[in-house]
């Protein structure tokens, strides 16, 4: 990236993928931020014009799963900010020149930086533990691995149920280990006290555009979308540092 700004001109592309047989395990809000924030450092550097910066995804709507709300305004985002866009096309492959969909066509890049979707650990394919089609662990509303009555699975381990729009987020992660927490010493005592994960699902992002950003929720009874200028952007920082300090222990945890 250093090497390209210094030249001063190029084509820069970003994106991310899919995985049909585990929609949630998709990845792409990191990949709007990248796009937008990389947007921002070019304009910082007088040297925006100079760019073509275009986005992709092999879905029709990237970003749907947010809510209609978000969808329309990141839409509105990428034209706004003069940001090509290649969606509904299946990447066949990569390439030095950029990326080569299936339907023949081609999206050069001087640059291509790309998210994956998510798809089940080599350690759980070689288990004898019950997996999904995409190889994560089959769980049910408590969080137990189906026929394992002693196996509890959270996160990117789980193939959890949910609403189209679920997706595998932090958050719901920290969630699930406390229901599985609280379910196992239930289990333990014998009692018939269970709690499901999935009423606790839900979409929560602070996307940092570089210049601000936008918080958006969403569950099954609403779907927010709530712009932050300039302020959203030292939210995200400071959500960042809360992250980590709270991990090591060195900040109280609040949400």
Same mark, same amino acid.
């Given at each position: 990236m250093d090497a390209l700004v210094a030249k001063g001109s190029g084509k820069i592309a970003v994106g991310f993928g899919g995985n049909p047989k585990e929609k949630s395990a998709v990845r792409g809000g990191p990949s709007f931020e990248l796009i937008f924030n990389i947007d921002h450092y070019l304009r910082?550097?007088?040297?925006?014009?100079?760019?073509?910066?275009?986005f992709f995804a092999p879905m029709e709507k990237p970003g749907a799963r947010m809510g209609k709300k978000a969808l329309t305004a990141t839409q509105?985002?990428?034209?706004?900010?003069?940001?090509?866009?290649?969606?509904?096309?299946?990447?066949?492959?990569?390439?030095?020149? &950029?990326?080569?969909?299936?339907?023949? =066509?081609? *999206? @050069?890049?001087?640059?291509?930086? /790309?998210?994956?979707?998510?798809? &089940?650990?080599?350690?759980?394919?070689? =288990?004898? *533990? @019950?997996?999904?089609?995409?190889? /994560?662990?089959?769980?049910?509303?408590?969080?137990?691995v189906v026929n394992h009555p002693n196996v509890f699975a959270i996160g990117d381990a789980a193939a959890f149920e949910g609403p189209q729009w679920a997706a595998k987020q932090g958050h719901i992660a920290e969630k699930m280990g406390e229901i599985a927490a609280y379910n196992i010493i239930k289990k333990e005592q014998n009692s018939h006290k269970r709690k499901s994960y999935k009423e606790y699902l839900s979409i929560l992002c602070v996307m940092d555009t570089?210049?601000?950003?936008?918080?958006?929720?969403?569950?099954?009874?609403?779907?927010?979308?709530?712009p932050l200028p300039i302020v959203g952007h030292w939210m995200k920082q400071g959500w960042?540092?809360?992250?980590?300090?709270?991990?090591?222990?060195?900040f109280p945890k609040i949400v």
């Open positions: 910082k550097k007088g040297i925006r014009d100079n760019f073509e910066l275009t509105k985002m990428f034209d706004k900010k003069n940001i090509g866009k290649r969606f509904g096309k299946k990447i066949k492959t990569f390439t030095e020149k &950029g990326v080569l969909f299936e339907d023949g =066509s081609e *999206l @050069t890049s001087d640059i291509t930086m /790309f998210i994956s979707a998510g798809t &089940g650990s080599a350690i759980l394919k070689n =288990s004898d *533990l @019950t997996l999904s089609d995409s190889g /994560f662990l089959k769980i049910d509303d408590y969080c137990q570089g210049t601000g950003a936008s918080f958006v929720y969403r569950n099954d009874k609403k779907q927010v979308m709530i960042g540092k809360y992250a980590r300090w709270t991990k090591l222990k060195q």
